[in-house]
Each structure stands twice: as C-alpha cells, then as structure tokens.
C-alpha cells in the first residue's frame, strides 16, 4: 500500500535522495528527503525573521545615488539608446549609422534632434521610460548624411479569369542618419 501524505499524494517509489510523488493535479514530482529520512515540507518555514521595511528604500535611494554621481562628473561609459523613429525602434551609439524609411523635411547636412527616446543605458546603468524619457533629460543629435531612394522592386496585379495582368514598380524614399552624440542632461528624480 502506498504512503499517504498530508496533502494526498501518493508515493510511487523512494531512493536515496527523495520520493516520487504523484500530486493531486496528476503530474509526478519529485520530493526531497529530510535528514531525518522524513517527506519534506512544501511550504516556507517562518522563524520570526524582524523585516526591515526601510531596506528596499535605502537600497534604491543608494543606486540613484550612484547613478547621479555618475552624471553629474561625467564619469559614465559610452551610452546607447534606443530611440523611435518613424514607427521603428533603433538601438543607437555615437557615430552609429541608421537607414530610415522615412522622408522628412530637412536638408541634407542639418543636425536634428531626436526626442522619442524610449531607453538610455551605459555599462553601469539603464535609464528605462514609461514610455518615453523626458525629453529634457537626455539629448539625441543626428545629422543627416543621405536622402535616396532605394532599390526599384515590383507589384504583380493578377485577376483571375480575366486579362488583367499589370505590373507596378515602386521605391521608397529613404534617409541615412548620423548619430552625433548621447548627452544625459540632468540627474534622476527619486
């Protein structure tokens, strides 16, 4: 006869390390044994542990500390962003090249400025927006290096059971994207 546990489980078989199990959802688990050869507990034990509430807060007071020092000496590494351009993310760094399938209007040679900025980072830290970084804390500049069209491609029109076959050729107009620089403007606000 099997041994039946608290919570009616049945167990299968036993080895040096622990049971198998068949819970009350059907699935077979795997218990461990005890040092007193005993069925493990599934759920935490509670030794009167003193929580500290304040803990988290110090913790988080502490990272945005470091974070600001960061910033306000300039001692931070190269950054990156991910900014949103045209319905399209791009992860971006300095001197980065993008290709947007877009057609703003500005010439080429003039310097923009990129205000939907979705996340900022370095290798200490990530500056996440919800959704996007104010735009005051961080500047995103671009120039624009070329405005083109790319590669010539084809749309068949075909309807069935009759003549009708039509070709249409079509080609987007594109832009490549310079990045000048990420600049982190201020400190965070805790």
Known sequence: MPLELPNRTRVLSSTATGLNVIGRNGFRNRV???SKAGVATAGPVHRGEIVDEMRDYR???DVIGAI??????????????VVFIN???????????????AHLPVEIGETISLEKIL???????????????D???VRVLATVVEKTLNY?????LHIQRTR????????????????NGIQLLKTIDP
């Open 32 to 34: 461990p044994i005890t």
């Open 59 to 61: 913790i988080v007071d």
């Open 68 to 81: 600001n020092r960061q910033i306000t000496e300039d001692t931070y590494s190269r950054l990156f962003a």
């Open 87 to 101: 319905g399209k993310q791009f992860k971006v760094t300095a001197e980065d090249m993008i290709a947007i399938q």
């Open 119 to 133: 996340l900022v980072g370095g290798t200490d830290f990530s500056i996440i927006g919800r959704p996007l970084i």
């Open 135 to 137: 735009k005051t804390m």
């Open 152 to 156: 010539e491609y084809r749309r068949f």
């Open 164 to 179: 009708l076959h039509r070709s249409y050729f079509f080609r987007d107009k594109y832009m490549v994207l310079r990045i």
